[in-house]
Each structure stands twice: as structure tokens, then as C-alpha cells.
T-cell receptor
């Protein structure tokens, strides 16, 4: 595997289900991100982890729960979601949070549909 | 005023022409600027990053940054149908809050 991988690629869930999204980066990076992409809206940053520590929670509802067990893996646990949570969920990684450059690289995303 | 603004398009250019994509930003102390390409149904892919005033060239792509006027542009020379995608501009603020601020993107269509 190379780059940033995400599973599953597609997910359909009911509002009472619990599911998890998984992200793994093979770039040796130390920072990982969750973004939400909805139609007609800019990319919304949800969470940021740097060296496994959460550094940002962008006022995300508690029905989204992130977990970062190490610098290579990031999870997003989902429970009691709403239909408006249907979107493309993107994971990204970067070297860390310092420096001028710090380019972010994205995984393929998980297309989530909440019924 | 949006923090990062892009013309939503669609921008339509003939194959072989130069496509010019523009992005303006509101925070004067922004320090890093990125262009991503996103094909329909896919994730964003980094094309160019630029940090200093002036031009930066990579193959058919040229990024231009003018911090005084607070805009960054992306030129695509010899446009190909495979360049048809949405181009996202992202700007990193200076200071402790160093997250990326994203534009809505410009849709580009290159016609054969």
C-alpha cells in the first residue's frame, strides 16, 4: 500500500447504527486530519491529530468520535448519525503541523449515506 | 467576504489553450498557498504549492502568487481533456491556528 488509504470506500447506514471509518497513511507523516466534503460547501476540517494528540476539534457534534492509536492510523467512529451527515469523508496526512510547507495528502475518501 | 474566493465556473477552454484559474484570500498574513485538483467522485490531489511572490512552474502548471494584491492563480498550458476537473485553492494562515482555509473550487472543462 502507498500513500493514504481509507476503508470502507462506501458506507450506507441507518440513523441508529454504529460504524467506523478507518484511515492509514504510509508516508511516515505525524499529522492526520479528518475532513467532511458536502456539495456546495468548502472542505470542512473536523479533527486534527499531531503525534497522536488531538490538536483541533472544529466544533464537531459528539456523534462523531475520532481515535488515533498511532501516527499511522486514524479512525472516525460514527453513531446515531443524521441524514445531513451524508457526505464524503476525507482523511489526510502531513509531515506535522510546523513549518511553512506542510503539504497535506488525501486518501480516496469514504462516501457515507445516512438513511 | 469569504476567506478564500474562487469563481465557481464552469470555465470552458478548448484543447491546447491556456486555462487560468484565480483565487483571492482575505487574510493578509497568510503564508502558504496550495492548488488541488479533484476529479468528480475522487479526492483532492495536490498539484502545486507556493510560498513566495512570483511564479513557480512545474511542467504544464504555473502557480503565480501576489501577496500585495492577495491573489494566487494557476495557469495550465496546453490544456488537455484530462485536465477537466474542479480545482481547489487552499490557504494556510500564519500563527498558531495554521489550518488550511479552502475555496469552493473552480470547475474546468477542456473541450476536444
Amino acid at each position: 500500500e502507498t500513500g493514504v488509504t481509507q476503508t470502507p470506500r462506501h458506507l450506507v447506514m441507518g440513523m441508529t447504527n454504529k460504524k467506523s471509518l478507518k484511515c492509514e497513511q504510509h508516508l511516515g507523516h505525524n499529522a492526520m486530519y479528518w475532513y467532511k466534503q458536502s456539495a456546495k460547501k468548502p472542505l470542512e476540517l473536523m479533527f486534527v491529530y499531531n503525534f497522536k494528540e488531538q490538536t483541533e476539534n472544529n466544533s464537531v457534534p459528539s456523534r462523531f468520535s475520532p481515535e488515533c492509536p498511532n501516527s499511522s492510523h486514524l479512525f472516525l467512529h460514527l453513531h446515531t448519525l443524521q441524514p445531513e451527515d451524508s457526505a464524503l469523508y476525507l482523511c489526510a496526512s502531513s509531515q506535522d503541523l510546523s513549518g511553512t510547507y506542510n503539504e497535506q495528502f488525501f486518501g480516496p475518501g469514504t462516501r457515507l449515506t445516512v438513511l | 467576504q469569504k476567506e478564500v474566493e474562487q469563481n465557481s465556473g464552469p470555465l470552458s477552454v478548448p484543447e491546447g489553450a491556456i486555462a487560468s484559474l484565480n483565487c483571492t484570500y482575505s487574510d493578509r498574513v497568510s503564508q502558504s498557498f496550495f492548488w488541488y485538483r479533484q476529479y468528480s467522485g475522487k479526492s483532492p490531489e495536490l498539484i502545486m504549492s507556493i510560498y513566495s511572490n512570483g511564479d513557480k512552474e512545474d511542467g504544464r502548471f504555473t502557480a503565480q502568487l501576489n501577496k500585495a494584491s492577495q491573489y494566487v492563480s494557476l495557469l495550465i498550458r496546453d490544456s488537455q481533456p484530462s485536465d477537466s476537473a474542479t480545482y481547489l485553492c487552499a490557504v494556510r494562515k500564519a500563527g498558531n491556528n495554521r489550518k488550511l482555509i479552502w475555496g469552493l473550487g473552480t470547475s474546468l472543462a477542456v473541450n476536444p
